[in-house]
């Protein structure tokens, strides 16, 4: 491979930037203060001694080509900023110095994240160093040099389920747009996919125009290569801890067994009929959460959008998910995960749809709502209406059988193995049986952080990170508005447009990629189409409300500058090339027209001109009878008015024509 020319090199030991922090598998490096400086001074060296600054290309010497030493006191011919000395993007080629010189020696190219990074080190991310096979401390020698624009890559796919990925092209292309600075024939590339545990890896085996390109800000055309013939991905298959997805089906329930923390994944789609189902969980022995998502593969406790972790005395489960709830995650289907809580559950799951629900609902509340009577009288220890009547007598009885918990409104049997059981917890206002205790505090007592690492990471509960989780952590999956893939969201924007648009950082930035208008030709941000075309419906709009119609009463086309106040459709055919300056000749054609109209007619079986012959047939006489064309003599008597509306066009100086007031029709 031939390398490109090094404008600076220096050599520095290598230091391991982990995954999270290096923001994912990018290629950006962390040099130290030092080389920024290093970098400008070389950069200055070289634009003194060619006179002129050309290290970025974006401009030449500020000195122009008649400058002489008078013209310094009356124009400002001010040097560049330090920034204007140094190409963008910097990228850098990265070589081991044990392999330094060799015509064969292993090299990538990266891009620089910062200059902050201690003195005589480099920070290189964790999986750059392992492509290049080295280690902390190891020597590499970091060169600056340019190279060309991409316009093709193609990379092969070295992990066989690829192949069951959606978009997998779109998928590379967002990946390389927000964490490559440069492609090298021979590098592995590692993309992280949604709903994936480990990323997939991606060979660069051909890169146009050279075995090194600049991919920052280029139309890089990707292509895609399966190295293996094996089993696609299955995306229902959950991560760990769990057998094979199963597709849940309305009416049927599915047998689960799972243990403490392990997971049983199941999905779902919405038929076209159904607007919510319910889906439920039965436990038999044991415990387990419901959770589901539209977007997660494999939910869990934290990562849901759906959840049911109520305590171990409720035997069932249930989510209540409407189709209006999957369409802003633009998805139909629901993935939907059993998570043990005990040591060993054995469990029922099934679905329900809405027409169901609703007749049980209505069943229940017959059952449960009955009339208030006159002559009743309510409780005040059991919460029972009783008749007045006997309302003493049940007074007495009631308070000597119940008692009622003095924190809730809950009623047992005095002296009952479910009274001593009834348990208040200490930190909130949650109750039950002492054995919903544990789980309790479990979900909603144990601190617990998030792996965002941001300032706000840190929870008092699980179920209080599972709220992060799903709305403002920037690991969160979305599906993009703009790339439609799905990704994670971001840190919150804090660009007043991007919050008054309801943008995530994600979609911030996918959004300000521009495209070609199709009408203007004019570079639109993505994010402003929808506006950009609005603004061309409403110029066409204005145009449309101001437009000067045609003459002929048959077009509904703008009037072009022609004698016959025509638009240029309806002009072509009484358009000629001959010397015509009294419009003799044009009205004659005009005429020779309009008669030819009227006695023949124009044979289309849609016509409805009513100075055509076949318009009158199609039309006809409304009794049955057929119309018969016009005579030669009626027709040119029908003409006249027509010819003489036209008359002034032969006569000097002409007078304007209200082309509007003639009563013209052309066949078209």
Known sequence: MTLAHSEFKQILRCAKVP?????????????PPSTLTALLDSSKRNDQSNGATTTNGRYQSRRPPHYSPIDSDETDYSLPSQTDLLPSPLIFRLIPTAQAGLHNARAIHCGVREFSYEEGLVGIPEWLMSEMELTEGDAVSIELVRLEKGSHAQLQALNPMARGVGDLRSLLEAYMRTKLTALTIGETLLVPISGVAEPMSFSVTALEPSAAVDIVDTDLSVDIVHAHQGPALDHSATSHNSASGNELVPGASIDVSVGKEQTKSFSFSFS????????????????????????????????????????PSHKQKRLRISRDELLPQGSNTVHISVVGFTALCQASISVELDSTLEDKVEAETELSSSPSEDG???????????????????????ERHNVKCTHCTSIFKRGSDEAERHWHCELCNASGDTDDSAKHFYFFHTPASCTCDTELSAFASIAELAEHRRTRCPERLIECRYCHNVEPQGPASEDAVDIMDGLNAHEAYCGSRTIECIKCKANVRIRQ???????????????????????????????????????????????????????????????????TQLTRGCDSKSCRNSMCATGLQNIGSGNGSPVLPPSQTEAAARMVPILKAYAPLTTFPRPSIDYAKIDLHLCK
């Open 376 to 398: 009743m009288r309510l409780c005040a220890n059991c919460g029972s209406s009783v008749p007045t009547a006997r309302f003493d007598m049940h007074r007495i009885v009631c």
């Open 529 to 595: 189409v929808r506006v950009h075309m609005q603004m061309h419906q409403m110029k066409e709009q204005v145009a449309r409300e101001n437009m000067v119609p045609c003459a002929n009463k048959e077009c509904n086309k703008e009037r072009a500058t022609n004698p016959l106040g025509l638009c240029v459709s309806c002009f072509g055919p009484f358009y000629t090339g001959q010397h015509d300056p009294d419009n003799h000749k044009l009205l004659k054609r005009l005429a020779r027209v309009l008669h």
């Open 272 to 311: 076209a009929g159904a607007n919510s189902v319910d889906v439920i969980l039965s436990c038999v022995t044991g415990d387990a959460s419901l959770v589901a998502s539209c977007l997660v593969q494999n939910p869990s406790v934290v990562d849901n959008t759906w959840f049911d972790f109520s305590a």
């Open 19 to 31: 995954h999270r922090a290096a923001t994912g598998f990018t290629d950006k490096l962390y040099l």
